[in-house]
């Protein structure tokens, strides 16, 4: 008899893993807060964890180069690759307050699924000139339609594809 799990973060059911006795193999996370000295004060009551959403975790905690956006289940599950190199350069705006705006167009692709009457998609990379390491930009895409960008959102990209949309203005 399997024991059958739900789990605490996105709800769906799934059979207990891994199977057998895996050093290096998770199924549930805990937060913990430590003192000032390094022990352990305090640790939340654990999360059970189905496959799916542990992947996401320890995508997330070993930082890992991701050339794929995944969706939620909920959300179809759909898979949509984004390659840099269909990006293309548009324009640059540097603000008498302090920030540079980065554009560019990138397939409709990306946007289709909510907009398919897009022609293209617009990509915005924003970020602080006093923030010389770049570790607090903000990414943004749109449809664009007719020359006008229209239902800014925002868009998950990775620090390694920012840093390769950055190159490619540094090149032009």
Known sequence: MAL???CDRCGKFYEHYPVGNRPG?????????R???GGTEYTSKPLDLCPDCMELLE???NGS???????NERRNKAI?????SKFEFEERFESALGYTVLYFIAP???VSDKHPEAEHATVCIEWSDSDKEMDNY???ISPTKDGEDYDWMPFDLDSYDVAQLIDKVVKN
């Open 108 to 110: 409709k692709e990306l």
């Open 138 to 140: 903000s990414v943004t």
């Open 59 to 61: 995508i997330f905690i």
């Open 35 to 37: 003192g000032s000295n």
């Open 65 to 71: 180069n991701i050339m794929q956006v995944k969706k």
């Open 25 to 33: 193999e998770y199924n549930a996370v805990a937060k913990v807060r």
């Open 4 to 6: 059958a799990k739900k």
């Open 80 to 84: 949509i690759d984004i390659d840099i």
